[in-house]
C-alpha cells in the first residue's frame, strides 16, 4: 500500500487520487475533518471508491489528551490511530511503548 502523508489540500487531493492510505501531520482535530473530506471528495470525483482509502492519523497533542482525541479520531472514521508514543516518555523503548499502552483508552 501507498499512504501519501501530509498537511496540504494538495496532499489531501493526491491521496484521493492515488493513495491506499492517507495520514496528515498531526493538524487539529477539525484540520484532519477538513482533509479527510477533501482526500475522499476527490477519490470520488476520479471514480475512486471514497472509503476504500484508509485514513491514519495521531493524536494533535500526542498523549495530553490522548482519550479524548482518540474517540474524535474514531468518530472521523480514522482506521488507524499512531501513538508517538516513543517521544513523550523516558526510558527504553520498551518502557516508553509499555507506558504509552497503559495509557490508551
Do not use: Q
Not at 3 to 30: C, K, M, N
Not at 79 to 100: H, K, M, Q, T, V
Request: charged share 25%.
Amino acid at each position: 500500500p501507498i499512504f501519501i502523508g501530509g498537511h496540504s489540500p494538495g496532499a489531501a487531493r493526491r491521496a484521493g487520487r492515488l493513495g491506499d492510505g492517507f495520514w496528515p501531520v498531526r493538524p487539529t482535530i477539525e484540520g484532519y475533518e477538513e482533509l479527510f473530506v477533501m482526500a475522499r471528495r476527490e477519490a470520488a470525483d476520479v471514480g475512486r471508491d471514497p472509503n476504500s482509502i484508509e485514513l491514519c492519523a495521531s493524536p494533535p497533542h500526542g498523549l495530553v489528551h490522548l482519550e479524548r482525541e482518540v474517540h474524535a479520531l474514531i468518530d472521523l472514521g480514522v482506521d488507524r490511530i499512531i501513538l508517538p508514543a516513543l517521544s513523550f516518555f523516558s526510558g527504553s523503548p520498551e518502557e516508553r511503548l509499555s507506558e504509552a499502552m497503559e495509557r490508551l483508552p
